[in-house]
């Protein structure tokens, strides 16, 4: 018997697998046990493996990349096990078209080779990052597309139709730790006790400043503080008349400033409980916070921003400072590189009652409940975690590692860039970007109404309004808070959120 189930390993020295094996059927249950689950039992007990791989962290790349620089040392090896389960059929998967193009042609091999190996037909579909709710609401809707799908926000509001990942997310613990809780709790509903997704990565939101411009205003390492970015924003346009960028419009981009700037002030959408609590006078403060920021130091153009309009301005030379990942950088790095070496970073910025940020990207790996090959699909993520070396190498240190143990030279290439950082440590500042990042439903969990209140950009609007001068800072709370409760209540009602 052990023989037979015992998986073929084909990897680097001393670095032992387990293969993942697999139930097939149409279904799932919440122990990971059902007909599209893998049963427990079907784990096999072997050596876990060794992050041995070598790999260097992958940074971000930008929504409009030029030339890439060419890494420093080698890239990783990547490792292959066997399925404990023979494979068949096809398997599709539809992902969003990475910030960083390398990254996308790394994996659109990386699959293909896998593919070969199981005896699997893979298809990669790439889109654009905007489209990929709408191909996934209207596949789901259908019930019958992709076996496979990626976002880079919170998609909780699917969890009816999507299969429980408990026994995928159980023997990737098993092999590599503990799960980062950052990443737990965008993934999974303790109402339900179900992992709607798999998170196996994700990708801080720090500040992005222009040291040219803050050095003339007195502060050449950017502000630190809510405070400082409203007097030094407010006094570069005064003097230069180039604004700063933060977003307010219905995009990922100004959902996350929006949960940052919320939370530094005390202010939530819901409380551990997942009770409603987002009327509260530190909501409102941080709505007059904003309103003034954006009188002072903004421009209308932020209220029709996509995800890639921050970067761009502030690569030209058209903001000050931004809220996002380091993509802008990556960019410039490969187009510009006096502009690149002129971008610098600071983390969370300091408010009245907290430095806290939003994570800029959570990968959200669902399989649809109308898939026709789950097995295969969720092989296939174990596969993909074994491999994040590689993952965070050709994303250029974009993607951060949930499981930790897998890129243990995660610090050591944050001090010293592979792709040409001057000073080579500018990253060094992301050593603990998990101690001041939160999932998008902080304090409690990324549950359903959560997602809907992401994807319905209900926190944008809110500050928007107020920015605009449509309603007053209060007003706007209370018409966020009908539109939240409503939400609640309704998926509430259907026992998926607590409170």
Request: net charge negative; charged share 20%.
């Amino acid at each position: 018997m052990a023989d037979r189930l015992t998986p073929r390993v084909e990897t680097t020295p001393s670095t032992p697998q387990t293969g993942f094996h697999g139930s097939g059927g149409h279904g799932s249950s919440r122990h990971g046990s059902g007909r599209n689950g893998f049963s427990r039992r079907g784990f096999l007990s072997s050596t876990a493996l060794a992050a041995g791989a070598t790999g260097l962290l992958a940074g971000c790349a930008s929504e409009s990349s030029g030339p890439q620089a060419e890494g420093s040392g080698d890239a990783p090896k990547e490792v292959f096990t066997s399925p404990a389960k023979k494979l068949s059929g096809s398997l599709s998967i539809l992902m969003w078209s990475h910030f960083v193009p390398r990254h996308d042609k790394w994996f659109d091999k990386f699959v293909a080779d896998w593919g070969k190996k199981v005896g699997v037909e893979a298809r990669v579909d790439h889109v654009n990052t905007v489209d990929v709710p709408r191909r996934t609401a209207s596949e789901i809707q259908a019930k019958r597309g992709h076996d496979l799908i990626q976002h880079i926000a919170p998609f909780s509001q699917y969890e009816p139709s999507v299969l429980d990942m408990a026994d995928v997310v159980q023997e990737a613990n098993r092999r590599w730790g503990q799960q980062q809780e950052l990443c737990r709790k965008s993934s999974f509903n303790p109402n339900t006790e179900k992992f709607y997704a798999y998170c196996p990565g994700w990708t801080p939101d720090p500040g992005d400043y222009r040291k040219s411009m803050w050095q003339k205003v007195g502060m050449p390492n950017g502000p630190a503080s809510w405070d400082d970015l409203l007097r030094g924003a407010s006094e570069i346009k005064k003097q230069t008349g180039v604004p700063c960028g933060i977003g307010l419009s219905p995009e990922t981009d100004s959902n996350m400033a929006a949960r940052a700037l919320l939370w530094s002030f005390g202010g939530s959408v819901q409380d551990e409980n997942e009770k409603v609590v987002i009327n509260s006078d530190a909501t409102v403060a941080a709505v007059e916070y904003m309103t003034r920021l954006f009188k002072e130091a903004e421009t209308s153009e932020v209220f029709s921003w996509n995800p890639a309009s921050n970067n761009q301005a502030l690569i030209a030379g058209k903001s000050s400072y931004i809220l996002n990942s380091i993509s802008a950088w990556r960019t410039a790095m490969g187009t510009n590189r006096e502009i690149g070496d002129d971008i610098h970073f600071v983390p969370a910025l300091r408010g009245p009652k907290a430095s806290l940020a939003a994570q800029h990207v959570i990968q959200q790996w669902i399989v649809p409940t109308h898939a026709g090959n789950p097995d295969a699909a969720k092989e296939f993520l174990l596969h993909y975690t074994a491999n994040f070396p590689a993952v965070t190498y050709h994303s250029e240190m974009y993607d951060l590692p949930a499981w930790p143990s897998l890129v243990p030279q995660l610090n050591g290439w944050l001090d010293d860039d592979p792709w040409g950082a001057k000073p080579a440590n500018k990253l060094g500042f992301l050593k603990d970007s998990v101690s001041w990042s939160a999932n998008i439903g902080y304090p409690g969990p990324s549950n359903p109404a959560i997602g809907e209140t992401f994807n319905t950009h209900v926190l944008p609007t809110m500050f928007g309004r107020a920015a605009r001068g449509q309603s007053s800072a209060a007003d706007a709370v209370a018409e966020a808070e009908d539109s939240i409760n409503s939400i609640f209540e309704n998926w509430r009602s259907r026992g998926l959120v607590g409170g």
